[in-house]
């Protein structure tokens, strides 16, 4: 036991070095994205291939973790998912592919077991992939996470808008045009609840050719 005891022990240390590293070797931009996650406020990572968006966000969630915080990590698609170490947004959240139409004010409250009440933050990656009508659920979801547990859920989205658009076949059109008026490609910022979460936006410029994740 004491062996195992020593090894958990170096582990840490180790991994404790590998994030101290990593910190010093932020630049000024990621540092400023970095405090800003750090800061509680719901928060709109942006920025192009290769700016370094998954380094700071896997930082920030390591930190996070680091300080016993639950946090849900999830993505639109399976691959982008696999590549944050999280579950599809449809997994996470237990909602079907097709559009996600309120009636009678009324919508169906569905809850993985995680998430009743007991994670502090949640991250969306690839949120130019996440159509209007999925990330309006994933929010009222939120919410009504937020009274069950009568605690704040911070929000954090990540990606870059000038990257892939959400899929949209035509049947799913029809009726996104009936829900949404102004439907224009169903990006997650043309939904009032983007307004009203009110994200701060960090946008990360400076290129980074070192990191092997192109994010």
Not at 46 to 68: D, H, P, Y
Not at 78 to 93: E, Y
Not at 148 to 164: A, H, M, P, T, Y
Request: proline share 3%.
């Amino acid at each position: 036991n004491n062996q195992k005891s020593s090894l958990h022990s170096k582990q840490e240390t180790t991994n404790q070095r590998k994030q101290n590293k990593d910190k010093i070797s932020l630049s000024k931009d990621q540092y400023k994205a970095y405090q800003q996650l750090l800061s509680g406020n719901n928060v709109f990572l942006t920025g192009g291939a290769g700016t370094g968006k998954s380094f700071v966000l896997q930082l920030f969630i390591n930190e996070m973790e680091k300080q016993n915080k639950n946090v849900i990590v999830c993505a639109p698609t399976g691959i982008a998912a696999i590549n944050i170490q999280g579950v599809t947004i449809h997994r996470c959240f237990q909602v079907s592919p097709e559009p996600q139409v309120v009636k009678n004010g009324k919508f169906r409250f569905r809850l993985k077991d995680e998430l009743h009440g007991s994670f502090k933050l949640i991250v969306i990656d690839e949120i130019s992939m996440c159509r209007i009508d999925l990330f309006d659920f994933v929010v009222r979801t939120i919410m009504k996470a937020e009274e069950n547990s009568l605690s704040r859920k911070q929000i954090i989205v990540v990606g870059d808008f000038f990257q892939l658009p959400p899929v949209t076949t035509d049947n799913d059109l029809e009726v996104l045009k009936e829900i949404y008026e102004n439907y224009h490609k169903g990006y997650a910022f043309e939904s009032t609840n983007w307004q009203d979460l009110n994200f701060q936006t960090v946008e990360l410029k400076q290129l980074h050719q070192d990191y092997e994740d192109p994010q």
